[in-house]
């Protein structure tokens, strides 16, 4: 069974600060997402990444796909108070299953 | 704009009262799911249709049922709702694995489940 181990598990920082959520593994994935979701709401999905090595931006936030494929990294730049929720990894399992893999999430509070 | 629908947000049933929750999808995917989500842990896979074949996981407990009458909607029957089964539903949807490049799931925005 993969499993994706998720770090740290909760995380209260002040607005302005940077910060980093990582996301680990022994198995490889064919490609890893990052989900956010806020009180009483369903995950959005923020990002895919899929080549090995692979980094992509969005905005704020910066996603690093392992050069393995085994984990993943989510840094935050000015954390704001808009960017409070629960950080999701999921990894789509190798062999094309439909099945996503998640970690247990990190549950970030930027206070004001 | 094409999106995942679930309703009620808000549902209350009686311990041991059947209950059953609705999903429908304008996206015209072909995979449907339904986790459960207690409070800020990760989502639990129950079951998930790939077109119409149903996929039970090993450990989801017999008293949830579901059903698929067609691509667009997905239906997470609770028999006989204990106190356990109190939690945030959330059903999502994924394009066919062979024909999309990266497997990515859309989620709606889930339903809370109160048993009393």
């Known amino acids: 069974t993969q499993l994706l181990e998720q770090s740290p598990q909760f995380l209260s920082i002040q607005e302005g600060e940077n910060l980093t959520v990582y996301c680990n593994s022994s198995?490889?994935?064919?490609?890893l997402q990052w989900y956010r979701q806020e009180p009483g709401e369903g995950p959005v999905l923020l990002v895919t990444?899929?080549?090995?090595?692979e980094v992509k931006k969005l905005k704020r936030l910066t996603f690093q796909f392992g050069d393995a494929r085994k984990d993943s990294s989510l840094h935050i730049t000015a954390a704001q108070p808009g960017d409070t929720g629960l950080y999701l990894c999921?990894?789509?399992?190798?062999?094309?299953?439909?099945?996503?893999?998640f970690g247990k999430g990190t549950k970030l509070t930027v206070n004001p | 704009d094409a999106m995942v629908i679930q309703n009620p947000r808000y549902q209350v049933t009686q311990f041991g009262k059947p209950v059953t929750l609705s999903c429908s999808q304008t996206?015209?995917?072909?995979?449907m799911y339904w986790y459960q989500q207690k409070s800020s842990q990760a989502p639990k896979l129950l079951f998930h249709?790939?077109?119409?074949?149903?996929?039970n996981e090993a450990d989801t407990p017999d008293n949830f049922q579901s059903r698929r009458p067609n691509t667009s909607f997905c239906f997470l029957d609770i028999r006989s709702p204990g106190l356990g089964d109190a939690a945030m539903y959330l059903c999502?949807?994924?394009?066919?694995?062979?024909?999309?490049?990266?497997?990515?799931?859309?989620f709606g925005p889930g339903t809370r489940l109160t048993v009393t």
């Open positions: 198995s490889v994935f064919s490609s």
């Open positions: 999502a949807t994924s394009r066919d694995t062979r024909l999309a490049g990266a497997y990515e799931q859309y």
């Open positions: 990444v899929v080549t090995g090595g």
């Open positions: 996206l015209n995917h072909n995979v």
């Open positions: 999921a990894g789509a399992e190798q062999g094309g299953s439909e099945k996503l893999v």
């Open positions: 249709y790939y077109d119409k074949d149903f996929n």
